[in-house]
């Protein structure tokens, strides 16, 4: 067993970047951002966030963290959850970001960019890179994602609403 | 501004959590019935975020008391004069427009209330609203988008939506009894400019119908808890 905790903090995050999120699962789940922190003691918790409060996602989240945790050897780290800070859009990781366009799922803008546009920016194509794109639905196929088109290519596309 | 409460935090936990719980579950009632596709996974969307909410609060409410039950227990096995949603929240779907006009009534209510207890000194509150926050607005945004659509639509959508206010309307008054007071003023700018946009102006004043918050329900909360509660009942502690 592990008892230094940076480096079991360390191994955690490299397990779980191999665990996919399973309903977008070109991601990780260390690049969904909900692997919050390790909590050093006896025995030693991991924390995760849920994306949002009634994901449906969250119950195999847990079981998938559980397992991996369990086949890495790691049974004494125990799973919590916890809602504060809630999580957002930010924690996305660059990699993660890539990932989802790569996908053909627009990616979340950046605090920084949303100050800059407001509610009003445009999606990007995640096909042809045009903004010249439309909501169809600000809900999508999962609680995290609004349907959009794009009116260049035709194509529609799932966009990250940013939260 | 930290607010004092009145109502025990447990009570206050289990009117939070049961709102979202019926209003979900009103909510779901559209799965498959929808006017659109896009129309039938917004509704259901939000039903879901409204579930994830009730969850929160009704565990909540079950570790403040201490009795040992947790959301399941308190959704599945309590009776209607046990339940502290307002009126509005149960109240049967009637077509898109009364859906939509509740949902805006109700997410603008839920948005300044959890505003307020995002502020307040009892942390767990504060985490379940802080997140709850950013879906609520989200939903408020939603139902004033097509209220909006329908206000400034065809001349059947203009009626179906002041028929939707009329019968909302009376239940408003609830939402603002005993320390939620202070809302009102804020929630009527809100509304008001709303409805204004799409053409639409609130009835004129009613006599408010109250009960929820004291556990005393319209017929149709039984019906809901008929069907929701149907399977622990009979089969109790089932599992999936």
New interface residues.
């Given amino acids: 067993m592990v008892t230094d905790s940076p480096t079991l903090s360390a191994r955690i995050l490299a397990l779980l970047a191999t665990v996919p999120d399973p309903e977008i699962p070109v991601i990780s789940l260390t690049d969904l951002g909900i692997i919050r922190e390790l909590r050093a003691g006896n025995p030693p918790e991991l924390v995760i966030t849920p994306t949002y409060s009634g994901c449906p996602a969250s119950i195999a989240i847990q079981t998938s963290i559980r397992q991996a945790l369990d086949s890495a050897g790691l049974t004494e780290v125990q799973i919590k959850t916890e809602l504060s800070p809630a999580w957002t859009t930010d924690w996305i990781s660059q990699a993660g970001r890539e990932k989802l366009l790569a996908y053909g799922i627009a990616p979340p803008e950046t605090a920084q960019d949303r100050l800059k546009f407001k509610d009003t920016a445009p999606a990007i194509c995640p096909q042809c890179g045009s903004a010249n794109t439309q909501e169809i639905s600000r809900f999508g196929s999962t609680p995290c994602k609004a349907l959009w088109r794009c009116l260049d290519c035709a194509e529609p596309f799932d966009r990250f609403k940013c939260i | 501004m930290s607010q004092t409460l009145t109502l025990s935090p447990f009570e206050l936990a289990l009117r939070l959590g049961d709102d979202a719980l019926t209003l979900?579950h009103r909510l779901c009632e559209w799965c498959g019935h929808a006017p659109t596709l896009?129309v039938d996974?917004?509704l259901s969307?939000?039903?879901?975020?409204?579930?994830?909410?009730a969850?929160?609060f009704l565990n909540y409410a079950g570790e403040l008391e201490g009795a040992g039950r947790d959301a399941d227990a308190l959704a599945y096995h309590r009776d209607e004069y046990e339940f502290k949603n307002c009126l509005l929240a149960e109240q049967p779907n009637g077509d898109f427009a009364r859906t939509i006009v509740r949902q805006l009534f109700f997410s603008t209510w839920q948005t300044l209330r959890f505003q307020e207890l995002a502020q307040s000194s009892d942390?767990n509150f504060?985490?379940?609203a802080?997140?709850?926050l950013?879906?609520v607005t989200?939903h408020a945004?939603?139902a004033a988008?097509w209220v909006l659509r329908l206000g400034d639509g065809t001349k059947e959508s203009k009626r179906r939506v002041v028929d939707g206010i009329s019968w909302s309307w009376r239940y408003v008054d609830e939402l603002f009894i005993g320390e939620d007071a202070a809302l009102r003023p804020a929630w009527e700018a809100i509304v008001r400019a709303k409805l204004a946009q799409a053409g639409l102006e609130p009835p004129a004043p009613v006599r408010g119908i109250t009960g929820g918050r004291e556990g005393r329900h319209s017929e149709h909360l039984g019906h809901l808890l008929a069907e929701m509660q149907y399977l622990q009942r009979s089969h109790p502690n089932a599992q999936w």
């Fill in positions: 979900s896009e996974l917004a969307n939000i039903g879901l975020d409204l579930l994830g909410q969850q929160f942390k504060t985490a379940i802080a997140k709850a950013k879906e989200y945004n939603f988008e």
